[in-house]
């Protein structure tokens, strides 16, 4: 985990530091996913801030503390963190495992749908415009036809939409 330090009006020592990542790796003893840490040291008249805001995989914890001294801001706003990684880690157990199973069981005891087809056509694919195909589909009463278009000649399908409008449907490459 890479911890970010930012001091405004603070003078960072190398005790304070030590601090901080002794906090902040028993904090990240409670959940592994924890990609970086930043935390804002801030000293305003004679009343210390300790923010913290964390980065982990799918999930930003933030909290923070003021008191008379750093340290015990620190602490309080790592004790606040700690119960939010808590929490966040209890949402992401499974608490029903008995429920689980017996969905699971249920699903794989569901027969699996067999696509059947009851008509396979051959058809004669003839270049022509959106238009004759429209008219072709709707002189045979059919809710769609497949054709080849004059100018590109690629395969389109022409359909009758529920407003009875026409619908066309191109093919694009990606």
């Known amino acids: ?14 005790s304070l530091k030590d601090y901080i990542q002794e906090r902040l790796d028993r904090v990240q003893h409670y959940f592994d996913h924890i990609i970086w840490a930043q935390v804002i040291l801030t000293m305003e008249k004679k009343v210390s801030r300790a923010e913290i805001i964390i980065h982990a995989a799918r999930q930003t914890f933030k909290a923070g503390s003021e008191t008379s001294d750093m340290y015990s801001s620190m602490d309080a706003a790592t004790d606040k963190i700690e119960t939010q990684i808590k ?25 699996q749908a067999d696509i059947k087809f009851s008509v396979v056509k051959q058809v004669s694919v003839l270049p022509m415009s959106a238009d004759d195909a429209a008219f072709e ?30 619908g066309l449907l191109q093919p694009v490459k990606r």
């Open 87 to 111: 929490k966040y880690k209890e949402r992401l157990k499974d608490h029903h495992p008995e429920e689980t199973a017996l969905l699971k069981a249920a699903e794989a005891a569901l027969p």
């Open 1 to 14: 985990m890479t911890v970010q330090i930012v001091a405004r009006h603070v003078k960072l020592t190398k």
């Open 137 to 166: 589909m709707e002189r045979l009463g059919y809710n769609f036809w497949l054709f080849q278009d004059e100018e590109t000649k690629q395969l389109n399908v022409v359909f009758k939409r529920l407003d009875s409008t026409y």
